[in-house]
């Protein structure tokens, strides 16, 4: 009997170790699965952290209405912290930032509110709302296409620096050529073959096909008057004759405004009667600026868009197309 107690207390103890160890084990794995769980909380804390940086933006106001397009679309407040957001979700931009870094990668950022919070998203995640029924049928039908730049720079042109403190342009002049049935071929030779008498140039032309450079940008041209010349980059439209072809010029005009804008680090804004803003019709450089009576191109944009698309259509409309573009940049 006493042999069976003996036996029975050492089997207890044995089991007692067992699970002591058992115990112990199930203490170190869940302090382990903690500490990891911490561990990793911090390094994703961190990355969230340091995913948003404005400290080098530059912010300008635009009220505009957008749909979220990517289904790996995050949203960033202003500390850095990140969710993501649902395909399709309706948002009402504030503003623009631009100069904006995403996880140290440069971005465009639109600045919107949602629940009584403030968040901003990369621009390349969303698709605007177009207002005017051309920019729409650009978007819909077209699906914001456009030809690509090309060079054919004209070596008899003035090379003068822009008079910026940086000797870079401001913002973009627009015009039109004020001729029907002209080609870009036939306006550039007469711009070159008159250049000595007239001393004027653009730029660039574009037409429904083709966006043609034949100046440097890095220099001013010689089209808007001696108060407009040295701070702008300037293009010059022909005339179209056909909806598509009105739709598809006004896409090429768009998608190089936002190029040249982006390059030079400027904002979709409108040129305004104190001289700032980036996107200028020849019209308002003689309204606001001054030293040329030009009202280009706002009868052709006018005319053309009644003409094929029973709309108006202006500079507001047109920045808002440059927005788009300047958004997949």
Sequence with gaps: MRKIKQLSRSKHRQNSVYLNIFILIVSFVA??????????????????????????????????????????????????????????????????????????????????????????????????????????????????????????????????????????????????????????????????????????FVHSFIDSDTILRIANEKYEAQGAGAKANPYYIQFELTHEDSQDGFAKQLANAAYYTAYMLKKYDLPVTLGQENGEGSIWTHEMVSNYLGGTDHVDPTDYWSESANDYFGVDYDVEDFAELVQAYYNAL
């Design 31 to 200: 302090i382990l699965m903690i500490a990891s769980k911490v561990f990793f909380s911090g390094i994703v804390t961190h990355a969230l952290d340091h995913g948003l940086d404005l400290s080098n933006a530059s912010t300008y106001t635009r009220s505009q209405t957008a749909n979220v397009s990517s289904s790996k679309a995050n949203i960033y407040t202003s500390d850095g912290s990140s969710k993501t957001i649902s395909q399709g979700t309706t948002i009402s931009i504030e503003s623009y930032c631009y100069n904006a870094e995403i996880n140290q990668k440069e971005a465009t950022l639109a600045k919107f509110s949602m629940d009584g919070e403030t968040y901003y998203i990369d621009t390349n995640d969303i698709s605007l709302k177009e207002t005017n029924d051309i920019n729409r049928y650009i978007a819909e039908t077209l699906n914001y296409s456009h030809s690509d730049i090309t060079s054919d720079i004209e070596k008899s042109f003035e090379q003068t620096s822009y008079k910026t403190d940086d000797g870079k342009p401001l913002g973009i002049i627009i015009h039109d050529t004020g001729v029907d049935n002209s080609t870009i071929n036939s306006e550039v030779n007469y711009m070159v073959q008159n250049y000595e008498d007239q001393g004027v």
